[in-house]
């Protein structure tokens, strides 16, 4: 029937209201900002920087590969490359961003920079509170107010959190694996090189 659903809507809409009267299960709304409800994981707002450890420039993951500057549809993200190198979370010597702003008045929280991120370095945060009259100062986000800690990831996603982190474990101990057994390679390529460099001893007492 045509406005069914409008009239469903409606009736809902009713019964709430009049049910909020005598039973707090039919009160739908809270009293913001004093009342709040919990954020749920599938909550994303703004993009941040995830970093591991207790130094936030020491344990950024992102490697200034620019692929999510390249990808943002409004192109909000604005990244410099550093000139010098520092290890990634394998150990593995990488660029990182010397600068690294988004600017969150421009961003329309598509989250398309999470999923093109091949080092899980950008993740969606759930502070939505970032209202203010200063439009340049406050709203253009710089690495340091984008860093935020594993911990903190951990504390809004623990779910997607803890996957990421068991997949990183993953790819750290196939990168150790392989550099352990390139280690072992070369030594038995220096052994057996040496060995045959060696001369041979002559036969003692000999005829
Ligand atoms: S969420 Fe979308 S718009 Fe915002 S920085 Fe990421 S890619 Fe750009
Ligand atoms: S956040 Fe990810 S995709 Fe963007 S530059 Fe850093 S490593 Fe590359």
Not at 104 to 129: G, L
Not at 199 to 205: K, Y
């Amino acid at each position: 029937m045509l406005g069914e659903g409008i009239l469903k809507g409606m009736l809902e809409t009713a019964k709430n209201f009049a049910g909020s009267f005598v039973s707090e299960e039919r009160l739908t709304t809270v009293e913001y900002p004093e009342q709040r409800i919990p954020t749920i994981e599938n909550t994303r707002v703004f993009p941040f920087l995830v970093y591991d450890g207790p130094d936030w420039q020491a344990g950024m993951r992102c490697v200034a590969c620019q692929i999510c500057e390249k990808e943002c549809p409004p192109k909000c993200i604005y990244i410099e490359k550093s000139k010098d190198k520092k290890p990634d979370f394998v150990g593995k010597m990488q660029i990182y961003p010397a600068r690294f702003d988004i600017d969150v008045s421009v961003c329309m929280s598509c989250q398309i920079c999470v999923e093109v991120c091949p080092f899980e370095a950008i993740k969606m945060d759930t502070q939505f509170e970032l209202a203010t009259d200063d439009r340049f100062g406050d709203l253009l986000l710089d690495r340091h107010e984008l860093a935020k800690s594993n911990e903190y990831y951990h504390s809004i996603h623990p779910a997607e959190a803890a996957e990421v982190d068991a997949r990183l474990a993953h790819e750290k101990a196939v990168a150790e694996a392989k550099a352990r057994a390139a280690a072992e390679k070369a030594a038995a390529d220096a052994a057996a090189k040496a060995a045959a460099a060696k001369p041979e001893m002559p036969a003692v007492g000999g005829r």
